[in-house]
């Protein structure tokens, strides 16, 4: 650019040259007809104004582009984009303030659940380690609160200790796990724990506390990932953003997809490590569970009638335990389609065993919620029947064995590509992804506390303007 401007301006200096303060020069104009002095001024002055012109527009609009900066993510570089660190000082970062519970609600829920199975008393209840469960995602959450600030870089989510800056409040109680204290404990063997009793006691704190009184509850985050969880007690929470792994249990006006966030079970069986495709899948559909349910769940005694005499189908009953976990990770790894019935509730954690197995899973439950589906895309590494549709005799199995092993493999390349979303230990998973939902949870929040100050105080027929009933439809939609 330079060498053209340089080559411009001599082209213009020898064609018409600046006029000179030196006396030599002004001799020479003043011999001229006022006319041509006039005509040359202005000549010189429309060649600096082209100059100018030229200069500009070479600058602005001819220079040539930079390369790409390799550190600078794409747009569409989304994985990139969600794991890069941003200052802890962001202000588009939620900032969170977690509660210091009484013990009762956290590690004191440990404690009964050990001693309800012959563990023994210790002195400090914070060294005991919170047991393996599908429901293990609000300990992963507390744990991860619990950390640092400095450890927790790349967090869609600040954590504060001072709560005159939070945004939101973090209420960690244990309550998947409050509910199965005494589960499965024979008529007199459990401890005299009650879980009733903790829902009760948690709400009459919660009402005690300055920021919870402050707004209402609305801007406060609460778990109860197991669908019986803070049954007795979600009538005095409903206000705030709870973390549900489907509305099963929850009326309209207690949960919704506007207001709540659906979370994923904490799968049980351990992630597949082999290559993609079907050589060593010899199983066409897999299954592994209790046959019997209540509510919703009946299907699956009717899928079983329907599908346990076909050929290359495994369909078991069986309860949790070690072994049959075992069992149920080489099966799923082991198999084509993994099928996914309703539980008692519309959801199980099936689904996301099927998914860190690479098995693809067949879904059938007309009203199941999934979690973060404003950026996961199910058809794509999934089946869904409807429940009608898939008890006809034969249908399943016909539909499952027209698939080609191509569009398997496409299944089973989508599955890993998401399959961190699903892990509540990955660095970047689970925890990440439902702090940023929990996040993008905050214009309501603030749109509902404002409205609240206004509104006179009523009951009300019908669900407010925060709840948005879940699909009760059903799916209309196969391969």
Known sequence: MKTRKATAARASSSASP????????LP??????????????????TVFFLLAIYAFFSTFFHSPLSPPD???????????ISSQENPNDSPLKVKVFMYDLPHKFTFGIIQQHSLARGGSPVPDVTTLKYPGHQHMHEWFLFSDLSRPQSDRLGSPVIKVTDPEEADLFYVPVFSSLSLIVNAGRPPGSGSDYSDEEMQNQLVDWLKGQEYWKRN????H????GDPNALYRGVDHVKNAVLLVSDFGRLRPDQGSLVKDVIIPYSHRISAYTGDFGVKDRKT??????????????KIRDLLFQVLENEDDVVIKHGTQSRENRRAASRGMHTSKFCLNPAGDTPSACRLFDSIVSLCVPVIVSDSIELPFEDIIDY???SVFVETTTALKPGYLVSLLRKVPEEQIIEYQKAMKEVRRYYDYTHPNGTVNEIWRQVSQKLPLIKYMINRDKRLVKRELSEPNCSCLCSNQTGMISSL
Do not use: C, Q
């Open 18 to 25: 600046s006029p000179s303060p030196s006396s030599s020069t």
């Open 28 to 45: 020479l104009l003043s011999n001229m007809p006022r006319k041509s002095s006039l005509f040359k001024h202005t000549l010189i002055a």
């Open 70 to 80: 390799s550190s600078s993510p794409s747009f569409l570089d989304l994985d990139r």
């Open 216 to 219: 209402n509850g609305w801007d």
């Open 221 to 224: 985050v609460i778990i109860a």
């Open 284 to 297: 066409l559909l897999f299954f592994m569970g209790n046959r019997y349910r209540k509510e919703g769940g």
């Open 379 to 381: 058809k794509k590494f």
